[in-house]
């Protein structure tokens, strides 16, 4: 069985991130890129299902060369083959979603994977948007899944509950933090990612859909008030919260 996992280099979340100097878009200087971490479990599901059934895992990221950084520790993890399709321009998700689709269909893989949601621009919609460019069956926000001959049963995670699907494959999956905590590459993994290729594709070129107009910061949080140190400030506490923050 072939296993694709589609996987982004984003900003470490525990980065600070500043916007740049054209008010619309990142500073990227000083900041450390990580694989988007749903897309982690996303590798770790393929990589078990692999374990338990064979078969073969392929990554793909669309972007410039500072992404092969995320695929090589893909690779680490234990994938078969890495492919960027690399592409230094500026594309919104639908122009992300068309590469990944492009070279997914050639792929053929049956089983697609993606993170639920790329932890940078958090739209949540290249999954679901190749899905629909391939003409797949999807199931999101998935926990976990269980693969039986052409079938797939996955159970998604939905408000205040779950709901257990089941899909035809090929399917595309966008995977949530469940039952497919990432596992750390071995030593013996990082070594042999080291020299593995790591396959280049040149995608179409697309003009972007969707315009970046600005980009600004929340503003900086007020520094918060000690009304007393002791109980006899709790009726003033409660006139405030009260009165003032309006939460009780
Ligand atoms: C106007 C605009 C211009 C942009 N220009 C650039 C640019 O020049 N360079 C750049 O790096 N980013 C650029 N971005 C950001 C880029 O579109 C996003 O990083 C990427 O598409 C993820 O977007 P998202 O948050 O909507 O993903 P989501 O829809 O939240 O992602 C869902 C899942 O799709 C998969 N996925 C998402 N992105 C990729 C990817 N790149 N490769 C493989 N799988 C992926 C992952 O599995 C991810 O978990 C731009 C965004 C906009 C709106």
Same mark, same amino acid.
């Given at each position: 069985m072939k296993f694709a996992v589609c996987i982004n280099h984003v900003p470490d979340t525990a980065t600070k991130v500043h916007v740049g100097p054209d008010g619309?878009?990142?500073?990227?200087?000083?900041v450390n890129y990580v694989i988007s971490p749903y897309d982690e479990y996303a590798v770790e599901a393929a990589l078990r299902f692999k374990e338990k059934q064979s078969g073969e895992v392929i990554v793909l990221s669309w972007g410039g060369d500072a992404h092969k950084e995320s695929l090589r520790k893909a690779l680490a993890m234990g994938v078969d083959k890495a492919v960027l399709l690399k592409d230094d321009s500026t594309r919104d998700s639908f122009g992300v979603a068309r590469a990944l689709a492009d070279y997914l269909r050639e792929l053929a893989p049956d089983v697609i994977l993606f993170g639920k949601?790329? =932890?940078?621009? $958090?739209?949540?919609a290249v999954g679901i948007m190749v899905a629909e460019m391939l003409g797949l069956p999807s199931a999101a926000v998935v926990v976990s899944m269980e693969i039986t001959g052409g079938t797939a049963k996955a159970d998604r995670e939905i408000e205040g509950g779950h709901e257990v699907v089941e899909v035809q494959l090929p399917a595309v999956f966008t995977i949530q933090k469940g039952a497919y905590e990432p596992r750390y590459p071995s030593l013996k993994g990082i070594m042999a990612a080291k020299g593995k290729p790591i396959e280049e594709r040149q995608p179409a070129p697309m003009e972007a859909k969707v315009e970046t107009i600005t980009m600004v910061k929340p503003p900086a949080k007020q520094a918060g008030k000690i =009304?007393?140190? $002791?109980?006899?400030a709790v009726p003033e506490l409660v006139r405030l919260l009260h009165e003032e923050a309006k939460v009780i």
């Open positions: 619309k878009s990142i500073e990227k200087t000083g949601q790329s =932890v940078d621009y $958090d739209d949540s =009304v007393g140190t $002791d109980v006899g």
